[in-house]
C-alpha cells in the first residue's frame, strides 16, 4: 500500500521536473559589495585559516547568495565531511558522515534536500525521502566502491552462496541496495555484521573494510573486490615513515584503507569518528589517513594541532562547488529520483541500518 503511494509519487515527480515544480530564479548579482563583506564576516572568520583574505571576495557573493536562495526555496543543505570549508562551513545546515546524513535526512521538514556529496549520498537521502525533492548540484560525483558493483553481481552472489545474508556498504546504487538485506558505513559496519544470525556474512563492495570487520568478528566474512580510490592509495610504509620522522604523531584512518594500514594507525574509523578522536585527544600533531578537506574542515575547532596532510582528494566529492549549487538553487537541478520498481527494496535496507544504528 505504502510503496504505490510512493510509486506514484516519484511517477507524478518525474512528469513534471523540479524546475517545473518550483520555477527558475534569475541569476542574482555576484559582486562583492559592501553588504556581501559586512553580512559574510561572519562566515569568514571560520574559514580565515584556509582561504586567504585576496581570495574571499570570490567565494563570498556565491556563499551569500547560496544562503538567501535557500531561505527562500525553504531547503536545506546536507554537506559529508569532505566537502571544502567553504562548503562545510559556509553554506551547510548539516555536516557528518554517511550514518550521520542519512539519520539527518529521515528528521528534514525542509521540502528540497541540496546534497553536497556523492551521488549514493543523494540517492541514499531520495530513497529515505521519497515525498521530497533531492538535488545534486553535479550528476558526476560518483564513487569508485559504488561503481564496482550493479545488482546483477549481487543476484550471482546470492546463487553462489545461497542462504549467506548480504551487508551493503551504504558507498553503492539503489540498484545494488535493493539486492540487499541490510546496509551499512564505516562507523556502524562491525555492529551490522554482528547483528545477523548467520556465522557466515557477505560483506560488500569494500574489500578493505570487510577485511578490517572481520578482524573484528568471529564470523566469516565473504567480500568483493571493490576498492575506495582515494584511500587504497595510502600505504604502510609512507605511514611508518612519518612516524619513523615524529613518534609524537599520531595516526588516524579511515577503514577503507588497506589492513596494513589500519594495523600502523593509533585510530580507525568513520570520518565523524576520526574528528571526534582529533577533537577528544587533540594531538600534537595528526595524520588523518583520508580525504584531504577533512583536515581543513576541523583546523579551526582544534587550533593546537598541527596537521601533516598525505593529501589525497577525491575527485567525485571535489565535483561540487559553490557555483554548482548556486545554479542547482537557481535552476532546480540536477533532480535525483530512484526508479519506484527498487526503491521499496533499497530503502528497506537502508531503513534497517538507520533502525540498528538509532
Ligand atoms: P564515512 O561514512 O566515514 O563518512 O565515509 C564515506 C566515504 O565515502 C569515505 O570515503
Ligand atoms: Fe567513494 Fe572513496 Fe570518494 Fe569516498 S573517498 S566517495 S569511498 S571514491
Not at 585576496?54 to 554537506?79: C, D, M, Q, S, T
Not at 558505513?185 to 574489500?207: F, M, Q, R, W
Not at 585527544?281 to 584531504?292: D, F, G, I, M, S
Request: proline share 6%.
Amino acid at each position: 500500500m505504502v510503496a504505490t503511494a510512493i510509486a506514484s509519487n516519484n511517477e507524478v515527480n518525474s512528469a513534471r521536473n523540479a524546475a517545473e515544480r518550483y520555477g527558475v530564479k534569475s541569476r542574482p548579482d555576484l559582486s562583492y559589495t559592501p553588504a556581501v563583506a559586512r553580512e559574510t564576516a561572519h562566515l569568514y572568520e571560520r574559514v580565515k585559516h584556509h582561504i586567504p583574505a585576496i581570495e574571499w571576495p570570490v567565494h563570498a557573493p556565491y556563499i551569500h547568495a547560496i544562503n538567501r536562495l535557500k531561505a527562500e526555496r525553504g531547503a536545506v543543505i546536507l554537506a559529508h565531511n569532505y566537502q571544502t570549508p567553504e562548503i562545510f562551513h559556509c553554506v551547510a545546515d548539516i555536516v557528518g558522515d554517511s550514518l550521520q546524513l542519512a539519520r539527518e535526512a529521515t528528521k528534514v521538514d525542509a521540502e528540497i534536500i541540496v546534497q553536497c556529496g556523492v551521488h549514493f549520498m543523494a540517492e541514499t537521502s531520495k530513497l529515505l525521502n521519497p515525498e521530497k525533492t533531492v538535488l545534486i548540484p553535479d550528476m558526476r560525483a560518483g564513487c569508485s566502491l559504488s561503481e564496482s558493483i550493479t545488482g546483477a553481481d549481487v543476484r550471482l552472489l546470492r546463487e553462489r552462496y545461497p542462504g549467506v545474508p548480504v551487508v551493503t556498504y551504504v558507498n553503492t546504487s539503489a540498484d545494488v541496495k535493493a539486492e540487499t538485506d541490510i546496509c551499512c558505513t564505516s562507523s556502524n559496519a562491525v555492529a551490522v555484521v554482528e547483528s545477523l544470525a548467520s556465522d557466515t556474512v557477505l560483506c560488500i563492495p569494500d574489500e578493505y573494510l570487510a577485511l578490517n570487520v572481520a578482524k573484528q568478528t568471529k564470523k566469516t566474512i565473504l567480500t568483493w573486490k571493490g576498492h575506495c580510490e582515494v584511500h587504497e592509495r595510502f600505504t604502510a610504509e609512507e605511514l611508518n615513515a612519518y612516524r619513523e620522522a615524529d613518534p609524537s604523531i599520531e595516526i588516524i584512518a579511515h577503514p577503507e584503507c588497506h589492513p596494513d594500514v589500519i594495523a600502523v594507525a593509533d585510530y580507525a574509523g568513520s570520518t565523524s569518528g576520526m574528528i571526534n578522536y582529533v577533537k577528544d585527544k587533540k594531538p600534537a600533531r595528526a595524520l588523518l589517513v583520508t580525504e584531504c578537506s577533512m583536515a581543513s574542515n576541523i583546523q579551526s575547532e582544534v587550533p593546537e594541532v598541527d596537521f601533516v596532510k598525505p593529501c589525497n582528494l577525491c575527485p567525485h566529492m571535489k565535483r561540487i562547488t559553490l557555483p554548482k549549487i548556486l545554479d542547482s538553487l537557481l535552476e532546480m537541478r540536477e533532480e535525483v529520483l530512484v526508479d519506484p520498481a527498487i526503491a521499496s527494496r533499497a530503502r528497506l535496507a537502508v531503513e534497517r541500518m538507520v533502525a540498528l544504528s538509532q
